[in-house]
Structure formats: structure tokens, C-alpha cells
């Protein structure tokens, strides 16, 4: 194989890696390298027979995520915005109620004890700094306490709490055990709110993208054209004497000056160092696994919930689908629902074989809709945690502990080694504008370094 | 490169994969494949250059651990009991104290404090079935709750709090924070009671192995002699369309009917099986982390602190060692003090230069031995988490929600993929016993597997 050599190296086409190379391409000589034979990563589009594309990743922008609205535009996409109009509904004990807005009608007593804790999870996520959560003065104490011990001694009907876990779930695809309560404080911060993170008009779930998000992914990949490279998963990242770097990947090698690793970060992790990355770096990404989640989308001729004033989002703590969206495309005609199995479901529907989980789902979206939604025209899952190459969605989490531990050196450079994807940002982690924003920062450093390194490492490249 | 078959490829060469392999060979064609130009993995030997060998990885057998005892005769090795006599010390607020056996004469109150919280601990791990420890009523309960939410509920004093913690670090090698309450309930019912793993005269620390315990494993290996091969880091497991499976390593390739994985989790999670192992194993492996830890030993010209009736042993919560052992050889002139430096404090002096950490250990020694411990002949440390192929000591722990999630399915086999070292052990989690019994397992599991496929495959592999 041919000495390949440039002066980036970013491992990963998702909308992270592919932003930090666009930033980058105009200066310097960059290459992306992708596992996969698509670019996109958690970005991925699925196409139905009649030709309506859906996104079976990450789908939603809202307001606050300027540097999605800009991406999109400079890439002359445009968005549309998620069907919001008409009743919302919340399943309990099998029975449906409608409701207007984000408060359902409840039992008073649960309802007011669900909007106290979540006004107090609110106040005590706005004194965090989304740019260093191990520096609040509870810090320590928070990170050392789970989400679920801090729901059990603030929300004490059961109803409140199961509520609340209907919203965990949806925001975290994990449960309140397994997340740090300083993580879900600084996440929610990070995306504003945790409100924020729940709404859909004016909130993360506003906006779709037409032709998809991994559709922008195409076409940043288009305007780098030779500079990505797929089915190139990157094995090794090895230093020559000369100081520049060699990125071992399943194809051949690039040597660079400069790498990005734009991956999740338990797939960073798998990655082989030489000279090994520092203890630190290391252990970090052992103390952040991905999220669960199984994303699940039915399409029918219409959508016939409309009909009877159904927004088509749901609520519904005993699940598995707990949450659903109308999830159809702007100007097609098919109706399309869409569900989460998020958390300890997901992990159970994980291991179910997928005729019986499809018909779960469907049993789910009848209760909710009427049979009618029973028999679809067609149906499309995506088990995130099967999936190599990514193994968990929608974004990894810090476990209890890490944070205050590791987190304040997150997002350092090692040497020629930098980090970017949504875990590394410090607003909308876990969200695409949070990737663009770990893109940004990452692509910056690189600059920075090769305008006061470049001469030398010319010279030694000559 | 030739093409290379064996019935069984192990991988990793510490006490675990080479356990299995001694127990497999006698009927089986077995390869070890070990990434290091050493075997032992955890287990490793220090000389210094008077001919004292130490251990800086894992050292110490105690009643119970029939298997370790049993191998160590078996290989023709033997133990001596650690030194243990004398008055032991506890530092407080740089003020020392002499106490015998257990129990420091402290504050009443918190001494009381102390006591109640460790029999309540004792009392719920008792509750606890290590072969299931998901199945306990209040399991999902223990495995939502960090043990350091527990520790402050159930021990007021902070003196007693901190005594608990220096005990939570020297057998968890981590922070209460870090750690799931059921997991570390089921760790300490997993090596019978926290106080056999605290106790040094009939618990955990009671013996030391002659030559090391490395030793034990190079014996292993003499008797193994070419099926141990080194430097052969495993790449990838790939199944071959006849059903075996090719482990492709650092310098070549072996083919195999089955494959025990005996590695810490961290490192078992980066390598890449095709076809993927199924999500609930990729996801338990990234919610094992490894501990910190960092094994510390100085060497006098003999164990000066015995003449003044100290054991050698020291507990002292502003550390930064936090405990100490006389470590002296069984018939060597030289005295040995090891201490560790644990959690938070080794993740701080794992970034620190090599010079300031011995600086910082040797004031320690100095406080709570006089003077004459700043001065040794020789000293050495080993940073774990530094460790390619280790990178965290003593052992995984499975984070908050874990055990509840993706526990019970921890030791089963992946197809022909078997699952062994110390993190796949019911009793003795996190020691060698345990990393003992995980081979049997793993030995067994294969043996039958072979027993009940041999015809078939040997025709395919014709």
C-alpha cells in the first residue's frame, strides 16, 4: 500500500468528524476515515417502499441549536416542523387520557409532587456551569448520589416518580440507577433544561430535517469528496520517531501530523495508542458506556390519529413503547408513529427475537391509537446497542463518580490527539449541535497547533 | 504465515487463562496467546537489586481460597504468613495511635458509629447470593443506590466515615461514589464477609506466595511450554464459515473451535468479534471499569519498625497512603514497607512525575515510621491504570444499575466464546481464587462443548 499522508487524520464520518473536516479542509490536507460504508454514524436514514425516508437515529433540532439551523442552511436543507397540534395522551392502568400541553390531567396529588420535583431538579441543574460541572459546590456529593436515589427522596407518589422515569428515559434512553444525578443535572443545563430536553414545539423535538439528518451527513461528505474514506476502521494510532502519527486502519495507514477522534467514546476507547494514552484518558472512557435505546417506526396509509385529534405523542409509564411522536413526513401521505423501547426495555427487547418485538411495538401503538394501528404498512426497528461501530444510543453517560473524578480534563488535548462527538461538547451534550460544537472546538485546536508547529513538521514531512 | 490450529485459544496469560489452559490440555490441543513479552497479567514480580523479589500486582492467599492454595502445591511452591505482630497505627489529624487486632482506640462515639454501620453491612451481604446477587428482593434497590448514599445514611460520625473509607479503598481500590451498593454487598459476600477482606491473620492478606505469585504463573507456563505463546495481542475473533473461529493476534493468526476470553473486561471490550458478540455483552463489558490503584514498596536494610513493636501496618485517612504492610520477604535481611495509593489519590499521582509521587509515599512512610523510612535503599512503584493491557487494578466493578441490568447473563457463554479471569468468578470476585474458579468454569464449559461437537468439527477440520 502507498504511503498515504496528510496533515489530519479524523477518525469517524459522523456529523461531528465530517464538520471538524469541513472546517478544516480549506487550510490543510484532511482525511475522514469511517468504519462503515456510510457516513453518518448515529445519523442514518431508512428508506420505506414508497419512498418516504425516515430517520432511525438522531432526527431533531430546536431551538437554541444555532449552529444545526446555520449547517443546515449552508448545506440548503431545510426543516419542517414535528406535528404538535391536537390532543396529547397518557396511558395509565390500560386507560387513555387526553391531554393539552405538557401537563396531564392526574390525580392532583402526583401531579403536583411530579411539578415540584422537576422544579427543583430545574433550579439545582441552572446552578450548574455546563462548561465545568466538578466545580459547583455540590459537585462531589451530587455525582456521588444516582438519579433514581434523588427521584425516591423528592418525588414520593409513585405516579409522580413513574412520570418522571417516563421522561428519563426519553432524554437518557437509560435508567435513574444508572445515571450520576450531577450527569442528568449538567445534561439537562447543557441543553438548556430539562423542559427544554421534554418539549417539542419550541423545545429539542421541534424540527425535522428534509431527506433526513444523516441526508446532511451525504452532503458534507459530498462537498469533501476524495477526503473520506469508508470501510476504513481505524485500528491503531501509532507515533513515529519523527513525531507524526500513523492511523492504522483495516484498508491501509494515513500518516498525519494531527488526529480527531469524533467516536463514541466507548468506541474511542477500542482503540490502540502508541505511545498509550494516559491513564487517565483511558479510564474516563471506560466510566462512559452508551445509552440504550431501540427506535421503531410504523407507517401507515395516513395518519389517521389526526383524524380524531391525536397529536400522536404518548406517554406511557408501564411501555415498553413509553413515548411515541407522529413521526410523518412533511408533504408525503403516509402516516407514520414512532416509539422508543428505551433503558431496561430496550436491553430486554435487545435479546427478543424481532417478529415478537415488532409485535409488541404494534401492540403498544393499538393501545394508544385503536387497532388500526395494528397493521401497518410497513415496519422498521433500530436496536443501537446491536450495532457495531456505535453499541448504544442515543449518547454515552458519565456513571457515578466520573465526573468529579475525570471530568475536568474531558475535553483536553492528548499531544497530537484530539477529541471531538457530542460527549465532548458543553452545550447539547448528546445532541447533533452539541457534535458540531465538539467539531468546532477540536478543528480550532488543530488549527491552532499546525499554524505554530507547521514549519517544523514541514520540514520533517519534506 | 503458516496456518495455525489448536481445538482452544485462550486469551490472556495471567492466572486465569493459564489455569484453564493446564486444565484443558491434558485432552485438548490449547493455545495461550498473551499480548505482554511476559505472562501473569495482574500478577507481576519486582527485583530489586539485592535479590528481594516483591510483588507490585496481586499477592496475598487467605483461608477459603482452597484453589490457590491447592495450586500452589501443586506447582511446588509455598506461602509465609505476612508479618503480623505487633502494635498496628492509626494516623489522625498527623497525630499516631497504637492499637492491636481491629479495633483503633478512637472516640467512642465514633468508633460505635463505625461498628453498627460495618455489622449492617456484614448483615446485608449476608443476604446475598454471589452466584445471583440480582435476586435479592432488594437488589434493583442496593443496585440503584451508590454505596457512598449508604455510607452517610448509615454512619454519622465523619470519623467513622472515613474510616470506612479508608477500608472501602484498600479492597475496592476505589470511591464509595464510584460504586454501586449492591455491587459492593455482593463483593464482599463474594470473598465471605468485608471483614475477611480487611483482616490480615485469617482473611485476605494472611499469606505470601515464595517467588511471587507471578512465579506461580511463570510454573504455569513452564509446564504449558510452546502452547504459551507471547507477544501475540489479540486483534479480533473471527468466525470462519465452517463454524471455527480464527483469533487473529499482533503477529499471526490461530484457528480454534472455541476461545476463552480471560482478560479484565476493559480489555476484553477492544477486541472485535465477527459477528458481533449480542448488545447485553458489549454493553455489560463498557459498565465494567477497572479501579485505580497504585502499589507502592520501599526497601531498608531491615524491618527497623518491628523493634519498636509496630506490625507495619497503618491506617490513615488524609493518606495520601491510606494503608500500609510490612511486606518483608520470609528469610531476607531487608525490610519491606508497601503502601497503596488508592482511587482519587492514585488518579491524582498518576499525573504526577515519578519523583514527587516517591517524594509523597516516602513522607508518608516517614510520618508513620520516623525518619529513617524517608531514606530506603530502594524504592518502586506500579501505576496500574498506566499499564497497557491492564489499565486499572485491582479489578472491574460493575457500575450503579449494572448488576440489575446485565448481571444475570455476566458468565455465559457467547457461542464458542467462554468468558474467565477474576470478573467472571461467583466467590472471591477481584482476587486470584476467583480468577481461579472463572477457569475452572470456563474449562469445563469448553470440555463439554468439545465432548459434544468433536466429531462434527474434527470432520470439518479434516
Not at 20 to 35: D, P, S
Not at 254 to 266: D, M
Not at 338 to 350: I, K
Not at 370 to 390: F, I, M, N
Request: hydrophobic share 40%; glycine share 10%.
Amino acid at each position: 500500500m502507498s504511503l498515504d499522508q496528510v496533515q489530519v487524520a479524523i477518525v469517524g464520518a459522523g456529523i461531528s468528524g465530517l464538520q471538524a473536516a469541513r472546517l478544516l479542509q480549506k487550510k490543510y490536507r484532511v482525511r475522514v476515515l469511517e468504519a462503515r460504508e456510510r457516513v453518518g454514524g448515529r445519523l442514518c436514514n431508512h428508506q420505506f417502499t414508497n419512498g418516504d425516508t425516515v430517520d432511525v437515529g438522531g432526527q431533531w433540532v430546536g431551538p437554541g441549536q444555532d449552529r444545526m439551523y446555520r449547517l443546515i442552511e449552508e448545506l440548503g436543507a431545510s426543516t419542517w416542523p414535528l406535528y404538535d397540534s391536537g390532543d396529547n395522551l397518557l396511558c395509565l392502568n390500560s386507560k387513555l387520557r387526553r391531554y393539552r400541553g405538557t401537563i396531564p390531567r392526574i390525580n392532583p396529588l402526583a401531579l403536583a409532587d411530579l411539578g415540584i420535583a422537576m422544579a427543583r431538579f430545574e433550579a439545582m441543574a441552572k446552578s450548574i456551569d455546563p462548561t465545568a460541572p466538578w466545580e459547583y459546590k455540590k459537585a462531589r456529593q451530587w455525582d456521588a448520589t444516582t438519579l433514581d436515589t434523588w427521584l425516591h427522596k423528592n418525588c414520593r407518589t409513585r405516579l409522580g416518580r413513574e412520570l418522571f422515569e417516563v421522561g428519563i428515559g426519553a432524554v437518557f434512553a437509560g435508567e435513574a440507577k444508572d445515571l450520576s444525578l450531577l450527569h442528568a443535572l449538567f445534561y439537562a443545563r447543557s441543553g438548556h433544561s430539562l423542559e427544554t430536553l421534554l418539549a417539542v414545539t419550541g423545545g429539542a423535538q421541534q424540527d425535522r430535517v428534509h431527506g433526513g439528518t444523516a441526508g446532511l451527513c451525504e452532503r458534507m461528505a459530498a462537498e469533501l469528496g476524495q477526503a473520506v474514506q469508508l470501510n476504513a476502521a481505524v485500528e491503531a494510532v501509532e507515533q513515529l520517531p519523527d513525531g507524526r502519527l500513523r492511523v492504522r486502519h483495516q484498508s491501509g495507514s494515513v500518516v498525519c501530523e494531527r488526529v480527531i477522534v469524533a467516536l463514541p467514546p466507548n468506541q474511542a476507547l477500542r482503540i490502540r495508542f502508541e505511545p498509550e494514552l494516559p491513564a487517565w484518558r483511558d479510564q474516563l472512557l471506560q466510566r462512559m458506556p452508551a445509552g440504550a435505546c431501540i427506535k421503531c417506526i410504523a407507517r401507515y396509509d395516513k395518519p389517521f390519529w389526526r383524524e380524531e385529534g391525536l397529536s400522536g405523542q404518548v406517554a406511557s409509564p408501564a411501555g415498553p413503547v413509553r413515548v411515541t411522536f407522529d413521526n410523518s413526513e412533511a408533504g408525503r401521505e403516509s402516516g407514520l408513529l414512532m416509539g422508543f423501547l428505551e433503558g431496561d426495555v430496550a436491553r430486554y427487547y435487545s435479546n427478543v427475537d424481532p417478529e415478537q418485538r415488532r409485535a409488541a411495538v404494534l401492540d403498544c401503538f393499538a393501545q394508544y391509537f385503536g387497532e388500526r394501528a395494528r397493521q401497518p404498512l410497513e415496519y422498521v426497528d433500530k436496536d443501537w446497542s446491536s450495532e457495531p461501530w456505535t453499541r448504544g444510543c442515543y449518547a454515552a453517560h458519565l456513571a457515578p463518580g466520573t465526573w468529579t473524578s475525570y471530568g475536568p480534563r474531558m475535553r483536553e488535548t492528548n499531544g497530537p490527539v484530539h477529541w471531538a462527538g457530542t460527549e465532548f461538547a458543553t452545550e447539547w451534550f448528546g445532541y447533533m449541535e452539541g457534535a458540531l460544537e465538539a467539531a468546532e472546538r477540536a478543528a480550532d485546536e488543530v488549527a491552532g497547533a499546525l499554524a505554530r508547529t507547521s514549519g517544523r513538521l514541514e520540514l520533517v514531512t519534506a
